[in-house]
């Protein structure tokens, strides 16, 4: 009897649901970087419009991303066990998470047929590619201190569809942000063209 009450004393004790819907609008929030830079609108105009021809830009980006991967690859046994082991993840999120804006924002900063600025904007993609998937993986480590163990596997299932209605996983609304993405970045292929015409 003592020990069954101990073990009910020591229940685990779960956060509100709107914690778990927080949880669950983490992924929700980082997937356009995965839809818009990585393949659907800056890749492309990378390839198009900064590199000197298309197959250079593709080969480059495909680089890029290959060391990113490569970092993450390595860097993911170690910060996997910190994010399992330690207790608190939200300041590891928010870390990452600023590298993800940082190296966001400065990919603004890649000017049509500049090729100085080839190497700084991969560096940028690449820290804002590690950036997203190691707060993803302490985001993910805050889970199994949501839910009990018998409802982790409906809350990453309620999860993932959730980030599956995201608008832009509809394939029109796909085509609408890489129309949309272009017809912004032609803008700024235009500016930078008048610019270069005016310095002339």
Partial sequence: MTSDARTSGMQQKYPTRSAIVSWMLFDWAAKPFFTLITTFVFAPYFATHVAPDPANGQSLWGFATAAAGLIIALMSPVLGAIADASGRRKPWIAAFGAMLVIGSCLMWFGEPGEASAIPPLLLAYGI???????????????????????NMGRLSGTACRLCRRHPQSHPGARLFCRQSGYRAYAFRVRAAVRSRSNRT
């Fill in 128 to 150: 804002a590619t590690i950036g997203v998937e190691f707060a993803t993986v302490f985001n993910n480590a805050i889970m199994p201190s949501l839910v009990p163990p018998d």
